[in-house]
């Protein structure tokens, strides 16, 4: 068994498992929220814009807005593109004995491709920038965004390394962003403008 097969089974058998024993009609409009509110990664540009009008907390919008921009250059436009992986519905038959999907999709059937989830990225993007400037913003971020990824799954739209490798997108991202910031001191500059 190859290593690509072997994750793609692994994959399979985490999303067949929520489906199995986690969805419920109780979840399905929550976890069709949760991805509605990161589509675009407009949520989180939204909750940046805001944080960007008091002076105290403009820098960390600003990070946030650079870090879910550098993630959807490095995700959507050259990593989804190279790997070109289809989304697990479009998958499903093939690994399951040619049986058709047996639900409906929560959210549709989502365009684009799967490798790494955007709105796995954007979200930690924003939250970990936020964890380094506040920590208790961070940390409820943090448990949104990882409630996002989880409805990205949920949702049947995304497999779980797509969700993985969106966190480590994001993750990279907000740390680089802060790191240039104070790097060339462009926080400085921020807060100064800022007084």
Request: net charge positive; with cysteine.
């Amino acid at each position: 068994m190859t290593t690509g097969h072997f994750i793609t089974n692994f994959d399979f058998s985490v999303l067949d498992f929520i489906y199995q024993n986690i969805r419920c009609d109780f979840l399905d409009p929550i976890m069709a929220g949760l991805s509605m509110f990161a589509e675009s990664g407009i949520g989180w540009i939204i909750l940046a814009v805001i944080l960007i009008i008091p002076k105290k907390t403009r820098l960390w919008g600003i990070m946030a807005l650079s870090a879910v921009l550098l993630g959807f250059l490095a995700g959507e436009l050259i990593i989804k593109n190279l790997v070109c992986r289809p989304r697990p519905f479009h998958d499903y038959q093939f690994f399951h004995n040619n049986q058709a999907l047996p639900f409906e999709l929560n959210v549709g059937r989502t365009s684009g491709y799967s490798f790494p989830s955007g709105h796995t990225s954007c979200s930690f993007a924003s939250a970990v920038v936020y964890f380094i400037g506040n920590k208790k913003l961070g940390i409820a971020a943090i448990v949104f965004a990882v409630l996002i990824a989880f409805s990205r799954l949920y949702n049947y739209v995304h497999y779980p390394s797509d969700v993985f490798a969106g966190m480590i997108l994001g993750i990279a991202c907000a740390v680089f962003t802060v790191w240039m910031f104070k790097k060339f001191h462009w926080d400085d500059k921020i807060l100064r403008r800022g007084k």
